[in-house]
């Protein structure tokens, strides 16, 4: 058992090199925790960070309460900060946000209304605020995947979702699996998702990490190989055992 066994919800916040977005989430997550409508922690995942994240984050799980962190041995991807979110949540339910905050945290709320049905819940950003070249690319991302794996999904890349952690320890994962994960969720019995509106902002601090090459080339190979994992998954269920 880990601390995050005492919530209902572990709020998981991937961190490569955001120092200058630190200070306002710490703000942003300790007022917001005691408004959540369940009672929820935050785990930051210091994904190898070079500048002071680290240490920033350290000092606020010190010196506030209920933020938790865990810290990797050198950079390792989105994928696999989430993916470790997950492993280490102990919680009924996992959020995941960004730590740029270019979605409202407040909107977690939103979505809990329907995670007791959905074992997927996520955001589509509603009044995007991308550059329009970005948002090309995301619309023509999204609409070939969704074309390929037909999970019927408006906006996967949205940075705001809730999953049940029993189906969310089920997923497949691989390197770019955070593209996928109504897709993925999908192939649990199940495994449906629930979408609704939320608010976007603009990136106010730090740098994007990906590029229009790792944005676009790898999920392409990716959808080839959810296709064959699709026709590959295994479902059970246990009827009965003497355990
Ligand atoms: N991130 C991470 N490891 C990486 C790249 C990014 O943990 O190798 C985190 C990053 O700090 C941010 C989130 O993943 O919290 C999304 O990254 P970013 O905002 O750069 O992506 P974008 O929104 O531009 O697609
Ligand atoms: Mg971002």
Known sequence: MNKTANYKLTIIIPIYNEEDNMERLRKTMTSFLPTCNVAACVLF???????????????????????YYINFDRNRGLSAAIKAGIDVAQSELVGYMDADMQTDVR????LLEHSSEYPLVMGIRA???????????????????????NDGATDTGCPLKIINTSYAKRIPFFTGMHRFLP?????????????????????????????LWNRLISPFKDCFAYRWMATRYI?????????
Do not use: W
Not at 127 to 149: E, G, I, L, V
């Open 45 to 67: 995942v210091n994904d190898g960070s070079k500048d002071k994240s680290l240490e920033l984050i350290q000092d606020a799980c010190q010196n506030e309460s209920d933020l």
């Open 107 to 110: 909107d977690f709320n939103l």
């Open 127 to 149: 009044q995007r605020k991308d550059s329009s070249f970005k948002r090309f690319q995301s619309k023509f991302a999204n609409s070939f995947r969704r074309m390929m794996t």
């Open 183 to 211: 897709a993925l969720i999908k192939l649990q019995e199940g495994g449906k998702f629930y979408e609704t509106p939320v608010r976007h902002y603009p990136r106010e601090a730090g740098v994007s990490k990906y590029t």
């Open 235 to 243: 479902n059970y269920n246990i009827e009965e055992n003497n355990l």
